[in-house]
Nanobody
Framework: QVQLVESGGKLVQAGGSLRLSCAASGRTFSNYAMGWFRQAPGKERAFVAVIIRSDTTYYADSVKGRFTISRDYAENTVYLQMNSLKPEDTAVYYC??????????????????WGQGTQVTVSS
């Protein structure tokens, strides 16, 4: 049984930083594509970033240069370092996983495994 558990979300001021964690269990995730998506109130769940292996990453345009995705194989954990946060980054952030990187890696329907989400609120 694959389990993804996010943590690290909280209230932060605009311009601040936050690091989210996603702890994975139930499989060997070394070859898995691990992604982050977010969902703001009244909006669709949207792609944020994805990592495959440790050196291939992709980001949404809205977070490029501000967010960094990384992974720790020993801990089976994926991180999302978020800097220069803006009020529009406010959302529930979800971790997602798939056993390979889909060509449409930014589509939520291409990920079968999800965490429960963690709330990030950025105040202006």
């Amino acid at each position: 049984q694959v389990q993804l558990v996010e943590s690290g979300g909280k209230l932060v001021q605009a311009g601040g930083s936050l690091r989210l964690s996603c702890a994975a269990s139930g499989r060997t995730f070394s070859n898995y594509a691990m992604g982050w998506f977010r969902q703001a109130p009244g909006k669709e769940r949207a792609f944020v970033a994805v990592i495959i292996r440790s050196d291939t990453t992709y980001y949404a345009d809205s977070v490029k240069g501000r967010f960094t995705i990384s992974r720790d194989y020993a801990e089976n954990t994926v991180y999302l370092q978020m800097n220069s946060l803006k009020p529009e980054d406010t959302a529930v952030y979800y971790c997602a996983a798939r056993n390979y990187l889909p060509s449409a890696y930014d589509k939520k329907d291409n990920y079968p495994y999800w965490g429960q989400g963690t709330q990030v609120t950025v105040s202006s």
